[in-house]
C-alpha cells in the first residue's frame, strides 16, 4: 500500500511563497516519477510539474520560472517552491508517484492540498 501525504498548502498573498512537501511511504520505488498536479474549482486536473529519479524536470508553461520541483530520494520526498504566486494558482494541489514506464503499472495520489492566492 503506497501512501502520499502533502503538507506546505495555505493562504497567501500574490507575490508572496509556498512550499509543499510531499512523503511517499509503502512500497514505493524510488524509481516512479513524482509530480504535482492542481485542480481549481470548475476545471480539469492538470500538471504542475513533475521530476525523474535521474533529476530531469518538466514543468508547466504558467508555472516556468517561478515554481521548482526538487526530489530527496533517500527520503522519499518530493518538493514543490512556489515563488510570485498569482491568484490564479489557487487550486487544490494533489501529489503523484507512477511507474516511469507505464501509469498501468503503478499510479498513485495523495489526498491534496489547498493553496490560495489572494489579490
Known amino acids: 500500500q503506497v ?3 502533502e503538507s506546505g498548502g495555505g493562504l497567501v498573498q500574490a507575490g508572496g ?3 509543499l512537501s510531499c512523503v511517499a511511504s509503502g512500497m514505493i520505488s524510488n524509481s ?3 509530480g504535482w498536479y492542481r ?3 470548475g476545471k480539469q486536473r492538470e500538471l504542475v ?3 525523474r ?3 530531469y524536470t518538466n514543468l508547466a508553461d504558467s508555472v516556468k520560472g517561478r515554481f521548482t520541483i526538487s526530489r530527496d530520494n533517500a527520503k522519499n ?3 514543490l517552491q512556489m515563488n510570485s504566486l498569482k491568484p490564479e494558482d489557487t487550486a487544490v494541489y494533489y501529489c503523484n508517484a507512477h511507474h516511469p514506464v507505464s501509469i498501468l503499472l503503478g499510479n498513485y495520489w495523495g489526498q491534496g492540498t ?3 492566492v489572494s489579490s
Open 49 to 51: 510539474a513533475s521530476i
Open 3 to 5: 501512501q502520499l501525504v
Open 17 to 19: 511563497s509556498l512550499r
Open 53 to 55: 529519479t535521474d533529476g
Open 114 to 116: 489547498q493553496v490560495t
Open 77 to 79: 520526498t518530493v518538493y
Open 32 to 34: 516512479n516519477t513524482m
Open 39 to 41: 485542480q481549481a474549482p
